[in-house]
């Protein structure tokens, strides 16, 4: 099977994805000294920087499912890293105080998430790749 013959070569969906697996367990391996997947990571430090926020808000901002937010947000919830606050109809997401003892420990897994894919793929041609990504992505979510 030859990769350009097959036509992956120029397919944005086959290519994307490709990247995106890579790219996830790279993460997961980073993530793991801390015991919470990427994902979860990330919902934290969005609640951490907008303490209060609404679910609706928080899916908005993570680009996923008010069902996906859900069941991160249960899971948070279970581990003791974020709590909600009832306020009239709305939910608000709160970090804890051990939710927020984690800052530090997220931010040196990304920057080595980031120092790895950096030490690939060049950092200027990783940084333009995640410029790319997002203009694109902007582009097509907004279609």
Known sequence: ????????FDCPFFNVNRLARVMNKMAEEEFALIGLSPSYAYLLMVVEQNPGITQKDLSETLHIAPSTSTRFIDKLVSKGLVQRKSEGKLALIYPTDKGLQLHKEINRCWQRLNERFADIVGSEQGSMLSGMMHAVSEK???K
């Open 140 to 142: 097509v979510e907004k």
């Open 1 to 8: 099977m030859n990769f350009e013959e097959d036509g992956f």
